[in-house]
């Protein structure tokens, strides 16, 4: 395992005002000319950045994207890459598969069952029409002892859950699972994609004492969160490093989420129905 010191990321921009085109900002009056008429406000606040120009993101501006998730972070981790006009819709399916499964399976099943849910109940909503893409993931923690630990529940079990991970290394397991319906009437009807990202992360076991996990479960952060704590927040005092994706332990590998969008919304069902009907004739020749 390759150890990688982690640096908490700076916080990023509302990603709901445009940047300002190169025409539109050469045309503004320099500083020297309105610095003698106006008080000074501070620097400028920074613009987001402009969105990424890729044939799948642009094939979903304006249509139905449904985050299968009632997660901010999620929200704002795809607003990053274009996705800001998001519909989030949760899931209404209790999450209580057995924690017997292994966590791989765990996460992977909850996050199809979710986008499975949320695509049923939308596919044929007549006041808004068939969603293009639905979008849904799981996370959970796993203790070096291999126990599953999802959102504490209480602040004692909260208090627990974090001594648990403060005796060195657990992991972190997110499953995403990408579906958009498919214009033919071929069974099942929609193409779906998923993923399974596994991040390793280490507690500080020198500065994480009673005192400091007391004191951060007292501010609230980790309270709705996997694991019970927030990586990109204040909760990031109590790791030492991480092996993986620092987005995979917020909640949503982004990387590998727009390589699912992407493998998706791009899905060919002519060559589908080309292999289909090939096997079909090879079974009439023997």
């Known amino acids: 395992m390759v150890d990688v010191k982690y640096t908490p990321a700076p916080s990023e921009p509302s990603p ?20 003698a008429s106006l008080p ?14 890729l044939p ?13 998730s009632a997660s901010p972070r999620r929200k704002q981790l795809l607003a990053q890459i274009g996705l ?3 519909e989030t819709i949760p899931s209404p399916l209790p999450e209580d598969l057995p924690h017997t499964l292994a966590p791989f399976e765990y996460v992977l099943q909850t996050a199809t069952r979710k986008a499975q849910a949320v695509y049923a109940q ?7 029409g068939e969603p293009a893409l639905v979008l849904a993931a799981d996370t959970v923690v796993v203790s070096a002892s291999g126990m599953i630990l999802e959102k504490p529940r209480s602040e004692r079990e909260h208090v627990a859950m974090l001594r648990r991970g403060s005796g060195g290394w657990h992991k972190v397991f997110t499953a995403v699972a990408v579906m958009r319906p498919l214009e033919s009437l071929r069974e099942p009807g929609y193409a779906m994609e998923t993923i399974v990202e596994e991040t390793a992360v280490k507690f500080d076991q020198a500065a994480v004492t009673d005192d400091l996990i007391t004191a951060y479960v007292k501010t609230r952060e980790g309270a709705d969160k996997a694991g019970g704590y927030g990586i990109q927040g204040i909760g990031s005092i109590l790791i030492e490093k991480i092996d993986g994706s620092f987005d995979n332990v917020v909640g949503l590998p982004l990387r590998a989420t727009l390589q699912l969008i992407e493998k998706v919304v791009t899905h060919d069902e002519e060559e589908e129905d080309e292999a289909a009907a090939g096997v079909y004739d090879d079974e009439e020749d023997d």
């Open 16 to 35: 709901s005002d445009p940047p300002p085109s190169y025409t539109t900002a050469s045309a503004q009056p320099t500083p020297s000319t309105i610095s």
């Open 40 to 53: 000074s406000r501070g620097p400028p606040i920074p613009r987001p950045p402009l969105p990424l120009e």
């Open 56 to 68: 799948a993101l642009s094939m979903l501006r304006g249509k139905r994207v449904v985050l299968a």
């Open 84 to 86: 800001t006009q998001l």
């Open 122 to 128: 939308e596919i044929n909503n007549e006041a808004k």
